[in-house]
């Protein structure tokens, strides 16, 4: 090999010293560029972010330098411009990006919605670090908001064999529990946080609020104690919010409303407490709605509704229930329908929840509102949805599904309201043949039995009820016993118990049921009764002739009885002259269930100026039958035409009655009027009522009647047949219009025909044909009128009879 020759010499000197000095130049730009990626980031710490963002993006463009586009994408993390940090390096790699990069790429994948992008990122990262925590939890946050909790929880639990339990892990354990709804492992999670950093306030008090909303008020209550630093008595009074908004809703859960009292005071005092913040004494103002509808105190509840959706705006679902609630209780079904059906919609899940149905509080509104068809509808679409059972929460077993036994037990009720009590009968019969310890087929039983007319049946039902429950659940049954009892007239000791009951016991329905009762049956009334007819037959008194009557009923006193007062008008024609009559008459009904005696004494004026005297006497035998015996002195039954002959006459009679059930009842009676002038009239009758169809707003029923008389031949200007016989048969369709709770219009047209048989005289044909209203405006009032015309047959002579009847009655409740 020959040795270069002096000229290449010098060339390898130069081409050596031009390449110290490119390297001596390369070394000052690099230092140069570090110099100005510094004095960005420096100026961004500063707090002028744009700029420093601006300078390195330019900067990054002309050197595509990996450590200008860290700092470049470190910025933009953290000023939450995540698709701006993703977009940053448009022709790089995975490949291209630091470590650092990587996980911050990650998140702004994950807060973009880019999950795949994002687990490309940190699998990228746990490549080139296998034990980078951030990369693997990164990964298990990813699987979290993609809804693959197990994946996730399975996840940490390899990350944390391997690499510990650090902070980040237990950060992530809690986004995983509170994105489950595992509150109770997000408290776990929380406490064992806290105790690694008991000097971070901020996870002390979301320790605090988990530990709040699931009840855990013990454990609340010790953070408090133990971090009195960490709050304030802000923090104390949401404390004692939730403990009275839990007290409330423990009480609904379990039927007990002395803890509803309790959560109910709670709430008052934070809404009155000082310098309370606006929005706890709104959200405490709600709970209490809810409290004291649960109180049954819908007055107050339906005021506080009003005043708190006017302050401000809509109300809340769970506040509109109630209030929707308080509507029905106050008998504003209509309205409480209208809220109803727009929670139905807004949260359909309400409606067939298993806890407590909307579905439940709504058919009891359609039927308080006597939309019954309505009713109907909405049981039949809800028992469409509803499987026989359901699964339990893991899944594995299959329970009984409860809103089953609502859905019958709402069926039986509701197929009573609209009319069909046998069926209803029927219904439940099967249900008890399958359960026959259930209570609350029985407590239903004893309510249909009320409800058909059976109060002693009744009483036994809810009896049968009481023995099926514990000792402690027995109250409501026993109320319900009391309510038999009074409707069935045993006020003695039944108003006591009512009153201690009413003024002790904790507000249920039932009560409510036995204070309306009380009041409603305890009340005084005044009723007025008047009839005109025009014909000159055989009726009780005379031709052409008109009646009156008013009553005032004083009010019960506790074992039932009470005063009245009576005023009775007639008014008669006779050979063209006027025939005048009155009585005023008081008296006392004696309550000695199971019989009453009523005693009552006055003064005729007119055409009978005498006393008075009558007493009559009715004994109960049970639910079906009962017997009457009464006897009056000068009776106001004497015919106007005897008094005007100066006959006045007594009347004794004896009766038993016969109630077979809702549908069909019965009389048979023996009547003797004794006249002064030697006459005794005697006179058999009989009576049937049959109701042949009830459903919704029509019914039908009928009436047979038929009875006779023997008279002594004497001579009289009454109408005194030797003896005489009649048959008839009325059959009345009603129509009833609701008007709103306890309230409707009825309409009624009455079609009867029969035959009249008198001695000497014959039988003939008699008919008649009738129209009216009934109007219910109120539970204390009542308006009936109507118009017949009639066929009557007297000494053989056909008659053709007009006639008017009203009746009013008003009670003062």
Same mark, same amino acid.
């Given at each position: ?33 570090? +110099? ?168 002390? %008090? ?68 000082? %310098? ?84 439940? +509080? ?97 009483? %036994? ?80 008194? +005379? ?27 007639? *008014? ?25 005696? +009523? ?44 008094? *005007? ?166 009670? *003062?409740?």
């Amino acid at each position: 090999m020959t040795k270069p020759t002096n000229n290449v010499k010098r060339i390898l000197v130069c081409l050596l010293c031009l390449t110290l000095v490119g390297v001596e130049g390369a070394l000052a730009q690099d230092s140069n560029l570090d +110099s100005r990626r510094e004095a960005w980031v420096i100026m961004a710490r500063e707090g002028q972010s744009e700029r420093a963002i601006d300078g390195l993006s330019r900067l990054h463009e002309r050197t595509g330098n990996q450590a200008v586009l860290s700092d470049l994408i470190a910025l933009l993390i953290r000023d939450s411009r995540y698709a701006e940090a993703l977009g940053s390096c448009g022709s790089c790699r995975v490949a291209d990006y630091t470590v650092t990069s990587l996980e911050a790429l990650g998140l702004a994948a994950r807060e973009t919605g880019d999950l795949e992008q994002a687990r490309g990122f940190y699998q990228a990262l746990i490549r080139r670090q296998p034990d980078n925590l951030q990369g693997w939890l990164g990964l298990v946050l990813v699987d979290i908001q993609q809804g693959a909790y197990l994946a996730a929880g399975h996840g940490l639990q390899d990350i944390g064999d391997r690499l510990g339990v650090s902070d980040d892990w237990l950060q992530a354990r809690i986004y995983l529990a509170t994105q489950a709804n595992d509150a109770l492992t997000e408290l776990r999670t929380r406490h064992r946080l806290v105790r690694r950093n008991p000097e971070n306030v901020s996870e002390v %008090q979301a320790l605090y609020r988990v530990a709040v909303s699931l009840g855990a008020r013990h454990a609340a209550r010790n953070l408090l104690r133990d971090y009195p630093g960490a709050f304030t008595r802000t923090d104390t009074q949401w404390l004692d919010y939730y403990d009275a908004a839990a007290m409330v809703r423990l009480a609904q859960q379990t039927g007990r409303p002395e803890r509803g009292m309790e959560g109910l005071q709670a709430l008052d005092a934070i809404i009155d407490a000082p %310098q309370a913040s606006p929005e706890l004494v709104r959200l405490a103002q709600y709970d209490k709605i809810v409290a004291l509808v649960y109180l049954r105190r819908f007055r107050e509840a339906r005021e506080l509704a009003a005043r708190l959706e006017a302050e401000h705006g809509e109300l809340p679902h769970f506040v509109t229930r109630s209030r929707a609630d308080a509507l029905s209780g106050l008998g504003q079904p209509s309205q409480a329908i209208r809220l109803y059906r727009e929670l139905a919609v807004a949260q359909p899940e309400l409606a067939r929840s298993t806890d407590n149905p909307m579905n439940t +509080s709504l058919i009891y509104a359609y039927a308080d509102a006597q939309q019954y068809r309505s009713a109907q509808a909405v049981l039949d679409r809800w028992e469409a949805k509803e499987p026989d059972a359901l699964w339990n929460f893991a899944g594995t077993t299959r329970l009984e599904n409860p809103n089953i036994e609502r859905i019958e037990q709402l069926e039986i009720s509701l197929t009573t309201w609209r009319g069909d009590e046998k069926k209803a009968s029927r219904l439940l019969d099967d249900l008890l043949d399958q359960a026959p310890g259930n209570a609350s087929l029985w407590h239903l039983k004893g309510d249909l039995s009320r409800w058909r007319g059976w109060p002693r049946q009744a009483e %036994q039902d809810y009896q049968h009820a009481a023995q099926l429950r514990r000792p402690e659940d027995r109250q409501y049954a026993e109320d319900a016993v009391l309510l038999s009892r009074l409707e069935r007239g045993q006020w003695r000791g039944t108003v006591d118990a009512i009153e201690e009951r009413l003024e002790t016991g904790m507000p249920t329905g039932m009560l409510d049921s036995l204070k309306r009762n009380l009041k409603e049956q305890r009340a005084g009334s005044i009723s007025v009764t008047g009839s005109r007819g025009n014909t000159e037959g055989k009726n009780v008194q +005379s031709s052409r002739d008109w009646r009156y009557e008013a009553r005032i009923d004083a009010p019960r006193n506790n074992n039932g009885s009470r005063f009245f007062a009576r005023r009775i008008g007639m *008014f008669g024609e006779y050979n063209e002259r006027p025939l005048h009559a009155a009585y005023t008459t008081a008296g006392y009904e004696l309550n000695l269930y199971p019989a009453i005696l +009523s005693v009552e004494a006055g003064h005729g004026a007119q055409l009978n100026d005498d006393a008075t005297l009558a007493g009559h006497l009715s004994y109960s035998l049970s639910d079906h039958w009962r017997m009457a015996l009464g006897a009056e002195v000068n009776s106001i039954e004497t015919p106007l035409r005897a008094l *005007f002959d100066d006959v006045n006459a007594d009347r004794y009679q004896v009766e038993t009655s016969y109630r077979r059930d809702e549908d069909g009842s019965g009389s048979l009676g023996l009547s003797l009027m004794d006249f002064d002038d030697g006459n005794l009239r005697r006179s058999v009758y009989g009576r049937w009522v049959e109701q042949f169809h009830d459903w919704d707003e029509w019914e039908v029923k009928g009436t047979l009647f038929a009875g006779g008389s023997r008279n002594d031949s004497v001579a009289a200007s009454y109408f005194n047949p030797a003896s005489d016989a009649s048959v008839d048969g009325v059959l009345e369709v009603s129509y009833s219009l609701p008007l709103g709770y306890r309230k409707n219009f009825t309409q009624y047209v009455t079609l009867g025909s029969g035959s009249y048989w008198q001695e000497d005289f014959g039988s003939d044909v008699t008919w008649q044909i009738g129209y009216g209203h009934r109007w219910t405006l109120a539970p204390s009032f009542g308006l009936e009128y109507g118009f017949m015309r009639q066929r009557s047959v007297y000494d053989g002579d056909a008659e053709f009879e007009n006639s008017i009847s009203v009746s009013l009655e008003w009670s *003062f409740l």
